[in-house]
């Protein structure tokens, strides 16, 4: 057994075409708040987990993106290396923390970010 907390899935994030098409789309049918960063990011609370809009080309996973909160981000990413993960996008910084994106050996892109 593991003495570690475990990690949480803390948000789903969509990559989009339009980035405030399908933000206001979600908020209208669902009732989500919307928090826009910027021209190419938003992100929807209220659905129980928090949802975000990726509208920039450049940053989108292809398909929807799990984000897994971890106590540490460097520990972390040893796990992924060791278990056969490959990292696709070094650690950065975004507004609430640090992440990194990752394929597991699936073929799955995912997420592991820390709060700063």
């Known amino acids: 057994m593991q003495d570690r907390t475990p990690d949480q899935i803390t948000m789903v994030e969509f990559p989009s075409t339009s980035m405030p098409a399908t933000a206001e789309f979600l908020a209208t049918v669902c009732g989500w708040s919307p928090t826009v960063y910027g021209t190419s990011y938003t992100d929807l609370t209220g659905g129980g987990i928090e949802v975000g809009i990726q509208g920039d080309d ?5 398909a929807p993106l799990m984000v897994i909160l971890v106590a540490d981000l460097a520990e972390a990413r040893g796990r992924v290396e060791a278990a ?7 650690p950065f910084s975004f507004p609430g923390g640090r992440r990194f994106h990752f394929r597991e050996p699936g073929g799955n892109e995912m997420a592991m970010w820390v709060p700063e």
Do not use: A, H, K
């Open 58 to 62: 450049d940053e989108q996973s292809p």
């Open 84 to 90: 056969g993960g490959v990292v696709t996008l070094e």
